[in-house]
């Protein structure tokens, strides 16, 4: 299963997490606005998908810059989630999918109960955001 999220951010360097609805997987937990790619479907193109089915935004493929991944195991399955730093967009983000958005610096993500293949993506996207993002 390969799934696609983006770290969306903010001028003043927070980024959004959505917590995902009751009734579904993971339900309660935040998480980076995103999905699984269907068979065929190309990682950016599916996540622009996702990101306008669940945040109702418009995402250019080229604005979706590779950051890092995780490869993990999720209910039994092998998952590669692939992370995205997205800092464009067209709309405002809605959580037309979610229970709630909230947008935290990446030094507040422990506060919030993440996916446990998240967790070590965290310190990796800060240290990015700090560095070679900086000026992105
Ligand atoms: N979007 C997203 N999914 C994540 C993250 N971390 C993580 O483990 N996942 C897992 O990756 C999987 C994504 O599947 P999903 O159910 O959200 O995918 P989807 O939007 O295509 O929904 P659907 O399959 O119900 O149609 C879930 O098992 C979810 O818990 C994350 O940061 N963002």
Known sequence: MTVVAAALVRGDGCILLQQRAPGRAM????????????PGERPEAALARELHEELGIGVGEGD??????????NAGRH?????????????????????????????EMH??????????????????LRTAFSAA
């Open 27 to 38: 339900a309660g937990l935040w998480e980076f606005p995103g999905g699984k790619v269907e």
């Open 64 to 73: 979706l810059i590779a950051a890092t991944f995780a490869s993990a195991d």
């Open 79 to 107: 998952m590669l989630l692939l992370l995205y730093v997205c800092r464009k967009w067209q709309g405002t983000p809605a959580a037309l999918d979610a229970t709630a958005l909230s947008w935290v610096l990446p030094g």
């Open 111 to 128: 506060d919030l109960p993440m996916p446990p293949a998240d967790i070590p993506l965290i310190p990796i996207l800060d240290a990015l």
